[in-house]
């Protein structure tokens, strides 16, 4: 039985007393060594005993459990298990043909090292990572070769399925990867050669690309498809990527069909270089896609100006008021200069198209007379929603026929198409029923 330290000091000094004379024991003497051999982990301070584990000692590694180090490729186990972190210490070929269990993987599988010395490398083709339903992913801080590999392939079908590639440094592919899965995060990594990027599917609802850089000289390269997803959440931030004439960062389809009703994506602080095209389908004006700060993509700016110039309508007033009661929309042919994200008619009406509620500063100038007549105290007004706002009151002001005066109305109103949609400008005859003519005008919403 092995020993502690006080056993160990009464068995050496019952054993070996002091003052001996004569000769010590064979038996004493190997009593002793064995005990001081059997119970050397008894010596240690306690700091140096505890163990976090479970663990086992396998020659001149120690393996902790749910992880595993691989130094060369026979240290995987055939199949790969679930719920278990594979540390690649040292650069890896694979061979070419891998078993089924990398392409069907089980749960929470994470492959990881450092982005310095853990590398893999794979002159297989077809797909290096992939899995059904697989609960969860990781790939972190590795570096990864594979030339005529597409790298991952996920597939969610029942089961909610998280993908994480973080800080990890693609050397070379043939397609990044597919990742149908409804969470799916790709961050800080390195890609320096690919001819094609990600695709999402259908059962995408959050993404969060950030921070990454992609090379690729391939004119098909598409860095990110997401036509076939509808997300609740996508954030594509702080993105360097270079191509060539044909190559495309942005893929979706028109009509804000990849961003669910009422959210907004963030597409922002991104460089593109080479000669590759922004966006495929999706356009700066989108008003589910929110684009700030990007290289060669105009950022994203809801406005509108419509003008009426040179009006010989006039504006027909049935009786006078001075609350707005009686005001009429200005009569006249209107016409777009510019609209983003916004509606306009030929009427005078302009309509928000956003669906989040945003402040938006309203500036009319109305150029106007009294058909006939003088000293015409004239008003004007915006109009939310039908709804004459008595606040937003400019004048009245004084004005003959054949004597224009300048009114210039400043307001802010709250929009969305969901409140508040349209805007409208009125007038009104303070003094009497005399109808006015609006010459000219100018009406901004930003």
Not at 289 to 301: A, C, K
Not at 303 to 312: K, W
Not at 355 to 374: K, N, R
Request: proline share 4%.
């Amino acid at each position: 039985m092995a020993l502690d330290k006080d056993g160990l000091l009464d068995l050496i000094a019952t054993d070996f007393p002091d003052n001996t004379t004569g000769d010590i024991s064979p038996a004493d003497l190997r009593t002793v060594t064995s005990q001081i051999v059997t119970s050397a982990a008894n010596l240690e301070e306690l700091t140096v005993q505890d163990f976090l584990g479970p663990v086992t000692f396998d020659g001149s590694k120690v393996n902790i459990l749910n992880r595993r180090v691989i130094n060369e490729y026979a240290d995987f186990p055939d199949p790969l298990l679930p719920d278990t972190q594979y540390y690649i210490g040292s650069a890896i070929t694979l061979p070419t043909t891998l078993p089924a269990s990398w392409t069907n993987m089980p749960n929470n599988i994470e492959f990881t090292g450092t982005a310095i010395a853990s590398k893999l490398t794979w002159n297989g083709t077809g797909t290096l990572f992939g899995g059904s339903d697989v609960v969860g992913f990781r790939c972190f801080t590795i570096l990864i070769s594979a030339p005529n590999a597409k790298l991952f392939d996920f597939q969610q079908v029942s089961v909610t399925t998280t993908v994480n590639v973080i800080g990890c440094r693609i050397l070379a592919c043939d397609e990044i990867g597919v990742f149908n899965v409804a969470n799916f995060f790709y961050n800080t990594t390195q890609c320096f050669n690919a001819n094609k990027g990600i695709t999402t599917g259908a059962m995408s609802t959050i993404a969060n690309i950030n921070s990454s850089t992609t090379i690729t000289t391939d004119p098909a390269f598409i860095f990110c498809d997401i036509s076939l997803s509808t997300f609740n959440t996508f954030d594509f931030v702080s993105l360097r990527v270079n191509g060539p004439s044909g190559a495309i960062w942005l893929k979706g389809l028109p009509g804000n069909v990849n961003i669910t009703s009422g959210q907004r994506a963030t597409i922002s602080s991104s460089q593109l270089t080479g000669a590759i095209t922004p966006l495929s389908g999706i356009t700066e004006d989108d008003i589910r896609f929110n684009f700030t700060g990007n290289s060669g993509v105009r950022d994203s700016n809801p406005d509108a100006i419509i003008t009426l110039t040179a009006n010989a309508t006039a504006t027909v007033i049935s009786a006078s008021s001075t609350d707005g009661s009686n005001s009429v929309l200005v009569a006249g042919t209107w016409v777009e200069k510019n609209a983003s994200q916004y509606a306009t008619t030929a009427a005078g009406k302009v309509s928000a198209l956003y669906e989040t509620d945003m402040p938006s500063p309203i500036t009319a100038m109305l150029t106007l007379e009294p058909v006939s007549g003088t000293n015409k105290d004239i008003a004007a007004y915006i109009v939310i929603d039908g709804v004459v706002d008595v606040s937003s009151r400019a004048g009245p002001i004084r004005v003959d026929s054949n004597n224009q005066q300048q009114l210039t109305l400043v307001w802010q109103e709250s929009q969305s198409s969901l409140l508040n949609t349209d805007v409208e400008i009125h007038v009104e005859n303070v003094t009497d029923s005399t109808n006015i003519l609006v010459s000219g005008a100018v009406l901004r919403i930003r």
